[in-house]
């Protein structure tokens, strides 16, 4: 069995301010982009998988503090490629913040698969700094499949744990024609976490985002970060 399609989508893009997304560099305090909302879509013999799912309708108390572009939306991507939300078979979560697990519940034949750390965490989160992160309505629905550690889904296809920004983090590793594509999630939300070694601006642990960051920063292959507008070739089609 091998990794017969990897393509990147969009749930359209969302406001935030550059601050959350780089560590202590003053210059960023304040100043708001439309970060893309990406997830990532791969087909194997026996399974079409989904690497989170965007932002999807926020609660109408959420709204007020972000602008939310959707004039494309994860529908709408899989709508192109002649697939239906019917069709995903597992939707796998990087973490389980709102802007990744926005759309979890259109996927109700999917099995879901999160972190056991990040799931138990993201249901009660304990700290006040944290629980801004998570909205109880988008994990509810639906049920996860929990896995701890280093987990290989299927040849070709693995999860490793990349905890710091939130407890359970992940981030997921398919190998694909001759490349290695390397989704980070929000170890790395913009190119410039990668290549100047700074991490998130937010982080439940800053001293294990850091190391997570330095063992992707370490890895050979195609690495595709959270939120910045840039989408990189991959193999056939383009990320």
């Known amino acids: 069995m091998a990794v017969k399609k990897v393509k990147t989508l969009i749930d359209g893009y969302y406001s935030i301010d550059m601050g959350m997304l780089i560590w202590l560099k003053p210059s960023y305090y304040g100043k708001k982009i439309m970060a893309s909302l990406k997830s990532l879509y791969i087909e194997t013999d026996n399974n079409r998988i989904l690497v989170d799912t965007g932002i999807g309708e926020l609660p109408p108390q959420y709204k007020k503090y972000y602008d939310i572009d959707r004039s494309t939306s994860l529908e709408k991507e899989l709508k192109k490629m002649s697939l239906t939300v019917d069709d ?19 996927f109700k034949k999917a099995i879901h698969i999160t972190q056991k750390d990040e799931l138990d965490y993201a249901i009660n989160p304990k700290q006040r700094f944290m629980r801004g992160g998570y909205i109880k309505e988008y994990l509810e629905g639906y049920e996860f499949k929990t896995i701890q550690g280093k987990y290989e889904l299927e040849e070709g296809i693995s999860m490793i744990p990349t905890p710091g920004h939130t407890v359970g983090h992940q981030s997921i590793i398919v190998n694909y024609q001759n490349d290695t594509i390397i989704f980070c999630g929000d170890v790395a939300p913009l190119k410039e976490n990668l290549s100047k070694g700074l991490v998130i601006g937010i982080s439940y642990d800053p001293v294990k985002a850091e190391k997570s960051l330095d063992e992707l920063i370490a890895m050979k292959g195609t690495k595709i970060t959270s939120h910045d507008n840039d989408f990189y070739p991959i193999g056939e089609g383009y990320a």
């Open 88 to 106: 995903i078979s597992i939707v796998i979560n990087t973490h389980l913040h709102f802007d990744h697990v926005g759309n979890n519940s259109l």
